[in-house]
């Protein structure tokens, strides 16, 4: 695509002679405009407004570049991917061919190549100038700092620092052995003896101290339905309630009740022939409202069986 571009491109426009890659070539842009479209022209579609504002890309994130050494004030490439396939300018730069083989082309075929061939050869060595492969030729490297003596403390702390790291290892200290268990037997006895108390207290055999005696009032005083709900203990286990007993006593309002008659015609129980059937002597019956009934025009075209192919 490159070649048949480079047969009808214009000598004369400097833009047209040197291409970067056949996805922008100036020159089939050129012949592109100059092509008369057959075409029927399309008529604009009508985006709506929530199509456009989803075609936006939420986050746009910058190519990674690597940095130059020499500080460039350069913007950072956005690739969209829903516009035409176009290569970077990194891509751009790896395609061009090294400055020593154009140069060695050129001196070589001076002689059999026509005038414009080595004009596009000189353009070509100017570009590849700027190239990722000649862009650090002309830094200067960082001044490396001769190495200093060291002072008196320093020397002292650097023979410290070796003193310390010199010595071995210190090995690990030894886990403690562990107690095997033994069994109930042969340690009872220790548990009667730790049982034991260390002091035996002799009975008190004189008259007691009186306790606190209760007021007068508070003899006299009647608890409430609230005080003897709260001065009952807390069931906070279900262990502690015991075994639940179900309150299975009837409620007054149920005894005093009157049954009516449907209640009595419901509550007379029913005798079947056949122990098998729950609901009826003869289940498989008709009822009489079935009997009557008149299908639509639907059900009987359901009704009809399908004609299945073989």
């Keep these: 695509m490159a070649i048949s571009c480079l047969k009808n491109a214009n000598s004369n426009s400097a833009e047209n002679t040197f291409l970067y890659t056949p996805c922008h070539c100036p ?17 604009p579609h009508r985006v709506s407004r929530r199509t456009q504002y989803l075609a936006k890309p939420r986050n746009a994130r910058g190519r990674y570049e690597i ?5 460039s004030t350069k913007q950072t490439e956005l690739c969209r991917s829903y516009k035409e396939p176009y290569a970077s300018k990194r891509i751009q730069q790896l395609a061009l061919p090294h400055v020593r083989k154009l140069v060695a082309a050129q001196q070589e075929y001076r002689r059999f190549i026509a005038r414009r061939q080595q004009d596009q050869l000189e353009k070509r060595i100017k570009k590849s100038i700027f190239t990722v492969y000649s862009r650090l030729a002309n830094v200067q490297l960082p001044a490396v700092d001769k190495l ?3 002072s008196a403390d320093e020397w002292q702390k650097h023979q410290d620092w070796l003193v310390r790291n010199a010595q071995p290892k210190q090995a690990p200290a030894p886990e403690p ?13 220790r548990i009667d003896s730790l049982s034991e108390p ?16 209760a007021k007068p ?33 009837l409620p007054e309002n149920v005894l005093k009740a009157v049954a009516s008659s449907r209640v009595a015609e419901l509550a007379v129980a029913k005798s079947y022939r056949n122990v098998n059937n729950e609901y009826r002597d003869k289940p498989f019956t008709v009822e009489p409202n079935a009997l009557k009934a008149k299908p639509s025009d639907r059900i009987l075209e359901l009704a009809k069986p399908k004609k299945v192919k073989k």
């Design 27 to 43: 020159a089939e842009k050129l012949l592109r405009q100059q092509q008369v479209r057959c075409e029927k022209p399309r008529m």
């Design 67 to 71: 940095r130059a050494v020499n500080r």
């Design 148 to 150: 200093k003596g060291m």
């Design 177 to 189: 052995p562990k107690r095997e268990r033994k069994p109930l037997a042969a340690l009872i006895g």
């Design 198 to 213: 260390r002091f035996a207290r002799k009975k008190f055999a004189g008259q007691e101290k009186p306790g606190p005696a």
């Design 217 to 249: 009032g508070a003899l006299k005083a009647m608890a409430s339905d609230h005080v003897t709900k709260l001065a009952e203990p807390l069931e906070r286990r279900k262990r502690a309630k015991g075994v639940p007993v179900e309150d299975t006593r």
